[in-house]
């Protein structure tokens, strides 16, 4: 059985809310399907890095192609979440 992790397709469906709490971070749900939606090509009309996930990866103090290539590792979301 594979560990990959399968990316939302967001040209034909939605990344979770930004309200959606995750790891008990506003925000950082939408930020890393949206990451994974960009990795995979998938993304459509979203950007990973915005000015709302921006202000999740400031406050954490995280930069954005560190989170990427984190996720890119295929990280499930409990891995993301420490």
């Known amino acids: 059985m594979s560990n990959q992790i399968i990316s939302l397709d967001l040209t034909t469906e ?3 809310s ?7 971070y506003v925000i950082a749900a939408r930020t890393l399907d949206k990451c994974r939606a960009v990795i995979a090509g998938t993304a459509g009309e979203y950007h990973f890095d915005c000015p709302l996930d921006q202000m ?10 560190d989170f ?3 996720v890119a590792t295929g ?3 409990d891995a993301v979440a420490k």
């Open 75 to 77: 990280a499930d979301d």
């Open 68 to 70: 990427k290539d984190f």
């Open 18 to 24: 930004p309200r959606e709490t995750f790891a008990s």
């Open 56 to 65: 999740l990866l400031d406050f954490t103090g995280i930069k954005a192609e």
């Open 14 to 16: 939605f990344p979770r």
